[in-house]
């Protein structure tokens, strides 16, 4: 099982980034996904999720409106498509799969999650 991040980098406030996440070893459909960050001197937290087997889709408030879940069967991979960024949003993403936290993906409890990718720096600047 493996899950690669791919995506990041450098941008201005206000522009965009596509995330993605490359899953193996597993079917989307079996697991919920979550989208997690940790900015500099900050904890780790969850951002947003998905779980496509019972279509659920969940935001943070903070990147609620500007932030987009999706996925791709085919390529078995998620995205996490950022609009309007902010210098906030600075931090390192990680994407994690659930195999259990469905329906409460959007509790974004850490140890729920059972695998997770590298982590990939995004960073906005003013």
């Known amino acids: 099982v493996q899950l690669v991040e791919s995506g990041g980098g450098l941008v201005q406030a206000g522009g965009s980034l596509r995330l993605s996440c490359a899953a193996s070893?597993?079917?989307?459909?079996?697991?919920?996904i979550g989208w997690f960050r940790r900015a500099p001197g900050k904890e780790r937290e969850g951002v947003s999720c998905?779980?496509?087997?019972?279509?659920?889709?969940h935001y943070v408030d903070s990147v609620k409106g500007r932030f987009t879940i999706s996925s791709d069967k085919d390529k078995n991979t998620v995205y996490l498509q950022m609009s309007s960024l902010k210098p906030e949003d600075t931090a390192v993403y990680y994407c994690?799969?659930?195999?259990?936290?469905?329906?409460?993906?959007?509790?974004?409890?850490?140890?729920?999650?059972?695998?997770w990718g590298q982590g990939i720096q995004v960073t906005v600047s003013s």
């Open positions: 998905l779980a496509s087997r019972i279509g659920k889709t």
């Open positions: 070893g597993f079917s989307l459909d079996d697991y919920a």
């Open positions: 994690a799969a659930s195999r259990g936290a469905g329906y409460g993906c959007h509790e974004y409890i850490i140890y729920e999650y059972d695998y």
